[in-house]
């Protein structure tokens, strides 16, 4: 699978990552700077926040209790439809790519 991951001075970092990763271990994985996914994917720092961008937002899985809960803790503020924690979504068949914008500051 791939993740295209937008920083906000326009780079973009491309990476590949086997089925079952989430786009947090994806970008740890590879240091794409801004994600940090401090607590190691539990849902509980929302240091791993991204915006999903159109089209991937369709088909996504809905957004848990503790990943809602921590989406009012982010650093920059939550968009209401492109928000998530990377660490809550899974990449494989269902979905092989996604791209996303990186937050300018996680803390
Ligand atoms: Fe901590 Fe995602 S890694 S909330």
Same mark, same amino acid.
């Given at each position: ?14 990476? @590949?990552? @086997? %089925?079952?990763? %989430?786009?947090? +271990?994806?970008?740890?994985? %590879? ?7 401090? $607590? ?24 848990? @209790? ?6 009012? $803790? ?6 209401? +439809? ?22 300018? %500051?996680?803390?």
């Amino acid at each position: 699978a791939k993740v295209n991951f937008h920083h906000q001075d326009g780079a973009v970092d491309a990476v @590949e990552a @086997e %089925s079952g990763t %989430s786009i947090m +271990r994806a970008a740890v994985r %590879s240091g794409v700077r801004g994600i940090v996914g401090e $607590c190691g994917g539990q849902a509980m720092c929302a240091t791993c926040h991204v915006y999903v961008r159109e089209p991937f937002l369709d088909g996504l899985p809905e957004i848990g @209790e503790d990943e809602d809960e921590m989406l009012e $803790c982010t650093a920059e503020p939550r968009d209401a +439809r492109r928000s998530r924690l990377g660490c809550q979504i899974e990449l494989g068949a269902d979905l092989p790519q996604i791209d996303v914008d990186v937050p300018a %500051s996680q803390v």
